[in-house]
């Protein structure tokens, strides 16, 4: 059975059991990037530029400082989170699984009506309710890396499986290994259990338990 994406979900539970195989190297040899997936550098000005346009955003908000306030690992987490979607990318490619930009509307439309329109959508990203802070513009990267997971669990054969999320977090963990993922130290080490920059005060990912639901911004 095929389940369209009705609001930005991310499957935790996946990451998760990655953990162990995302290990935060040094990324002396890469001058100027943030972190390095596969050899694909994520550049620091990356970081810099999608933390920048969330600021932007924070601060047309009539709560700004205090948006501006509870994000303050907002530059780390972003680093997470671009790693991430690299990794689902790359596990992605390995299963065969193609997003189109249409389907990536369909889940856009869908996103905004249950969040009750597009500036409600919008609203509950910059004010960060699915964990990171978000632009409007930056809401398809999660609503694609959404349907790249979904899309991995058709593959797989485990939509309906108990052991579905831990069977994906397998193939992510691989997906990280094989690729080789380093961190530039100045954003700190992976956490083992939570694919983590250490001393992030609330990771970007946030589950209620191993098994998961799913990470939602419905508004």
């Known amino acids: ?37 596969g050899g694909e550098r994520i550049s620091i000005s990356q970081v810099q530029g999608h933390v920048d346009a969330v600021r932007a955003a924070q601060r047309d908000q009539p709560d700004a400082d205090q948006l501006i306030a ?3 690992t907002l530059t ?14 790359r596990a992605a490619q390995s299963q065969g699984v193609d997003i189109t930009r249409r389907q990536v509307q369909e889940a856009r439309a869908d996103a ?3 969040a009750g ?6 609203q509950s990203a910059i004010s960060g309710q699915g964990g990171l802070p978000l632009t409007a513009e930056q809401i398809d990267d999660v609503l694609r890396s959404n349907l790249q997971i979904q899309g991995i669990a058709e593959r797989l054969g485990v939509l309906e499986d108990p052991m579905g999320g831990e069977k994906i977090g397998q193939l992510l963990a691989e ?8 961190i530039n130290p100045r954003y700190g080490t992976w ?3 939570l694919v983590s920059l250490v001393d992030l005060d609330e990771p970007w990912l946030r589950t209620t338990d191993r098994d998961q639901q799913p990470v939602t911004l419905d508004g």
């Open 1 to 37: 059975m095929k389940r369209r994406t009705t609001a930005l979900s991310v499957t935790a539970a996946a990451v998760l059991v990655a953990a162990p195989l995302l290990t935060g190297c040094s990324t002396g040899a890469h001058p100027g990037a943030a972190a390095v997936v």
């Open 70 to 72: 509870a994000s303050s």
């Open 76 to 89: 780390r987490e972003t680093v997470n989170f671009l790693v991430y979607l690299q990794v689902v990318d």
């Open 112 to 114: 905004e009506a249950n």
């Open 117 to 122: 329109g597009p500036d409600a959508l919008a």
């Open 175 to 182: 997906t990280a290994d094989e690729a080789g993922v380093e």
């Open 191 to 193: 956490d083992a259990q």
